[in-house]
């Protein structure tokens, strides 16, 4: 652990009073280390035959795990079975009140933990937007909407402004996932210590408003708006609440469902009485990192929002022939309803139109029409349960690594597509000749 910032521990000392040398002492116990299971793909009985586990209590599908049994290089996560993620970070979501067929905006989403979170919650259903602005970090948020099959997230690389002029009033659930000075990850990422500073923590709740200020806008009457930090920082959490009430009559800080420690006051506020409804969770009290977070809503009546709807068109050859693919090795069904060439989206009809904004994934990629025929997408594959496929190749361990690292396995199926799955979970595409399977798991994701 490197030495902590005398300024940031003075912050702390004011802050915790008689509490602080505890918390000082958490420093130099081991952190926590979880995992989240993808319902969209599996359930935990999938996942706990595989490691021991250990329930989060306030996330249903949250588990710790041992450090040595090193999860993230197993078949399984490849496959998208959980998500690695600081257990603490699984109570953002959990306070959401995500309900079937909600519009979901995660505003700040790389790199995909919450997102995917809020996926399973939706279960297919409504709506989920995952932004994120830097270009970087929206491919790799874009990558684990992949890995975790959801087939209903629309993923922007945009600015939170130009997604305000654009959706005024039209999600029901928001979450900002603001950045933060990190100093609850000091733990977790010593690394964060050398970056952190007096000013960044300052400039950093400047940023904050700002994006707290632009996602209001997007929010329906009655909606909840999530604002959550890794930090400790009361500038960076119960003062930008403070200055976000100040500008929003028409909003209230409300109960989490799992109550931690709650929010301390600010000087010469009038909403003292509702920042200590905010949450913040010490990794002293709690088997996790530090957070904070504050479940906001918005009083008024609930009204239809009408917005232009996506333009759904897709080129009537390649539609033709996926559908004949689809009749052939699938049965479940999937409406090509998007295209951009020739490559085939699902996209949810309650969709609004993103014209002229920078998308990096456009809901459920299909695949591909070439050559006067249909190529399934590795999207579509994690994406599919076994049952979702009138063809499945099963793998054990060894073969399920195999094909993972892109090798050829033998295998006397008849020719035609097969849905490669380790455990149920699926992997991907192979082609098999009879003799063979061909591997179609991307050359890009294969281990090396």
């Known amino acids: 652990m490197r030495k902590l910032p005398q300024e940031y521990l003075s ?14 002492a958490s420093y130099d116990k081991d952190r926590f280390y979880g995992l989240r299971i993808n319902t969209l793909k599996c359930d935990s009985k999938t996942v706990s035959d595989e490691f021991s586990l250990k329930r989060v209590p306030w996330c249903e599908d949250g588990y710790y795990y041992d450090a040595e049994q090193r999860p993230g290089k197993s078949v399984l996560h490849d496959g998208g079975a959980f998500y690695i993620q600081e257990p603490s970070a699984m109570a953002v979501v959990e306070s959401m009140d995500i309900q079937s067929g909600d519009l979901a905006l995660d505003l700040c989403a790389a790199p995909g933990g919450k997102s995917s979170q809020i996926a399973c ?34 993923v922007l690389n945009e600015s939170p ?14 979450l900002v996932d603001a950045p933060c000075s990190g100093e609850g990850m000091f733990r977790k990422n010593p690394e964060a210590v050398d ?17 707290l200020f632009e996602a209001v806008k997007m929010l329906k009457q009655n ?44 000087d010469g506020s009038d909403f003292n009485g509702q920042l200590i409804k905010t949450n913040r969770i010490f990794p002293h009290k709690v088997d996790g990192e530090g957070h904070f977070f504050a479940v ?10 009408k ?14 022939e996926f559908c004949k693919w689809q009749l052939e090795n699938l049965n479940v069904e999937f409406k090509a309803n998007l295209s ?5 989206y699902c996209v949810p009809e309650i969709a609004p139109s993103f014209d002229g904004l920078k998308i990096e994934r456009s809901g459920l990629r299909l695949g591909e029409y070439k050559k006067d025929r249909f190529e399934p997408s590795h999207s579509l594959a994690m994406a599919l349960k076994a049952q979702d496929v009138k063809r499945t190749l099963e793998l054990d361990l060894a073969d399920a690594e195999k094909y993972l690292a892109g090798e050829t396995l033998n295998c006397d199926m008849a020719k035609g597509w097969a849905l490669v799955v380790y455990k149920g979970v699926s992997l991907g595409w192979c082609k098999c000749d009879g003799v063979y399977a061909k591997n179609h798991y991307p050359k890009g994701l294969r281990r090396q």
Do not use: H
Not at 340 to 344: A, C, K, R, V, Y
């Open 11 to 24: 912050d702390m000392q004011r802050l915790l009073g008689e509490e602080f040398p505890e918390f000082l």
């Open 340 to 344: 951009f060439g020739q490559t085939l």
């Open 307 to 320: 917005y232009k709807r996506q333009t759904l068109k897709a080129d009537s050859k390649a539609v033709k």
């Open 296 to 305: 906001l809503k918005r009083r008024g009546e609930i009204e239809d929002c």
């Open 223 to 266: 909606g909840l708006i999530v604002y959550s930090t890794c930090t400790f920082s009361k500038s960076e959490n119960e003062e930008v609440i403070d200055e976000f009430l100040k500008e929003n009559k028409d909003f209230q800080v409300v109960d989490s469902r799992y109550k931690f420690s709650g929010g301390y006051p600010v």
């Open 195 to 211: 970056e952190w500073s007096v000013e960044s923590a300052e400039n950093c709740k400047r940023r904050q408003l700002d994006v």
């Open 161 to 174: 402004d130009r997604l305000s002029n654009r959706f005024k009033e039209f999600f029901d659930k928001i």
């Open 121 to 154: 919650k939706l279960a297919g259903s409504g709506l989920l937007v995952s932004n994120e602005i830097i270009p970087s970090r929206a491919k790799v948020l874009s990558q684990n909407i992949e890995r975790m099959g959801v087939r209903n997230c629309i």
